[in-house]
């Protein structure tokens, strides 16, 4: 049976679309490989959310057709540039959309098949996700985490982002699909079920007429043996009362909230088309609803029209806010977003004296954070081990991939997934050391 490879760029929901491409390849007997040398066709699922994703899977996409293999390029890049991609790399054997995947099937049929080297293009013209909900994800990255997409798509239209145009409009998955999918997951040794979507927080608003997070945390934390429920790209106006008290009552959800805010300055956000509220006010509420709240945030700089006098604005918040974790992007000008033709861009070298401003602020911030957890013991689930058997664990404070680890020694043995309390005796700027609790 022939043996297919792919190679996934950007976000943990084009993850979770290249594992159910998978588990459909896998359904129809392909054997699947993490060794693209060793496969018969390489699939690249492709970011193109900002140039320098685009610029990563223009890279691989090369280097897979140099080295001889048949392509098939799917996700983002093939979906906003097929015409340009198809010029430019002509030797790429097949396209998919963003919301076409569930034909990858025969699309691998066709090129395996092909003798003529026709090319096939599958792409919608107007992306609309549904998740396939027949098909079983084939996990490439199965440990003591998994993420499940609750929804894809977007109803929102900020002025940098051009996910609208390559999801198309937001589609939520039923409350039952998504508990059974956790449940599956559970049985196979997952431990924190991590929620996503391009906006959680609009979760049902589509199926059900109104916001149903909360009614899904509620069902997720029925399930036996799952350990933590983390929410991921909450978005600021859906952060109310009713979630927030939900993520401190229900004792399976992490305390931790991720809110990318994207900035502060009023001006900022109004030509950023984001919410313009008070966000002290909001992240000041989250903390005192939630005891022992990990808040994390991210922010945009150098956006069109950003002032001294805004980044100011931006700067104090952080040094203010003291958020616990904190992401900072420098703007990328992007074809199709309604900032790419505004007036009063910002030079990229100002871009990044700000982007660096504001981290250097930030690890100043986390590294005396991080210093209040010595002498704690916190609970912290085992992710793996160093060749050295240092276990690399991470808190409920932190999110697979994007946050610090939590580094520890033991005197009994562990496996990932288990979740053990930890005495913290160290810290530096991003991640805790110490010894798992006997």
């Known amino acids: 049976m022939k043996k297919i490879a792919l190679i996934n760029h950007g976000c943990a929901k084009n993850l979770v679309d290249s594992e159910l491409m998978l588990g459909l390849l896998a359904s129809k007997g392909y054997e699947i490989t993490l060794d693209e040398n060793d496969a018969d066709v390489v699939i690249i699922n492709t970011c193109s959310f900002i140039h320098d994703a685009e610029k990563e899977s223009v890279q691989s996409i090369l280097a897979t057709v140099n080295s001889g293999k048949k392509v098939i390029v799917t996700g983002c890049l093939p979906q906003k540039h097929?015409?340009?991609?198809?010029?430019?790399?002509?030797?790429?054997?097949?396209?998919?959309?963003?919301?076409?995947?569930?034909?990858?099937?025969?699309?691998?049929?066709?090129?395996?098949?092909?003798?003529?080297?026709?090319?096939?293009?599958?792409?919608?013209?107007?992306p609309e996700y549904i998740y396939p909900e027949t098909i079983h994800r084939q996990q490439i990255t199965m440990g003591a985490s998994s993420y499940i997409k609750v929804a894809d798509g977007c109803n929102y239209h900020c002025g940098y982002c051009i996910i609208p145009q390559l999801r198309g409009a937001y589609h939520s998955r039923t409350i039952e699909n998504i508990v059974e999918e956790a449940k599956e997951l559970v049985k196979k040794g997952v431990t924190e079920i991590d929620l996503i979507a391009q906006d959680t927080t609009s979760y049902g608003i589509d199926l059900y007429g109104k916001p149903a997070l909360v009614k899904l945390l509620e069902e997720l934390n029925k399930i036996e043996n799952l350990g933590w429920i983390r929410i991921m790209y909450a978005y600021p106006t859906q952060m109310n009362n009713e979630l927030i008290d939900a993520i401190a009552r229900l004792d399976k959800v992490a305390k931790y909230v991720d809110i990318p805010l994207q900035h502060y300055s009023k001006?900022?956000?109004?030509?950023?088309?984001?919410?313009?509220?008070?966000?002290?006010?909001?992240?000041?509420?989250?903390?005192?609803?939630?005891?022992?709240?990990?808040?994390?945030?991210?922010?945009?700089?150098?956006?069109?029209?950003?002032?001294?006098?805004?980044?100011?604005?931006?700067?104090?918040?952080?040094?203010?806010?003291?958020?616990?974790?904190?992401?900072?992007?420098?703007?990328?000008?992007?074809?199709h977003t309604s900032s790419y033709s505004m007036e009063n861009q910002v030079p990229k070298k100002i871009a990044h004296k700000r982007y660096k401003a504001l981290m250097e602020l930030q690890q100043q911030i986390s590294f005396e954070i991080n210093q209040t957890y010595i002498g704690k013991t916190i609970p912290c689930i085992v992710e793996s081990f160093t060749d050295d058997g240092v276990i690399i664990m991470r808190s409920e404070h932190d999110a697979p991939e994007i946050d610090g680890l939590v580094y520890a020694t033991s005197e009994k043995s562990v496996v990932p997934g288990d979740i053990e309390l930890v005495l913290i005796d160290r810290a530096d700027e991003y991640d805790l050391f110490g010894k798992i609790s006997e």
């Open 267 to 335: 001006s900022v956000l109004e030509n950023m088309r984001r919410p313009v509220s008070d966000y002290d006010e909001l992240v000041k509420n989250i903390r005192e609803k939630i005891p022992n709240v990990s808040v994390r945030t991210a922010f945009i700089v150098g956006y069109p029209g950003e002032t001294e006098e805004d980044f100011k604005e931006l700067y104090d918040f952080v040094k203010r806010t003291r958020f616990d974790r904190m992401g900072v992007f420098e703007y990328s000008r992007e074809k």
């Open 82 to 126: 097929k015409e340009e991609l198809k010029k430019a790399i002509p030797e790429v054997c097949a396209m998919v959309g963003t919301t076409d995947f569930k034909d990858i099937v025969s699309v691998v049929e066709q090129v395996l098949d092909n003798q003529n080297e026709k090319y096939i293009s599958k792409i919608s013209e107007k």
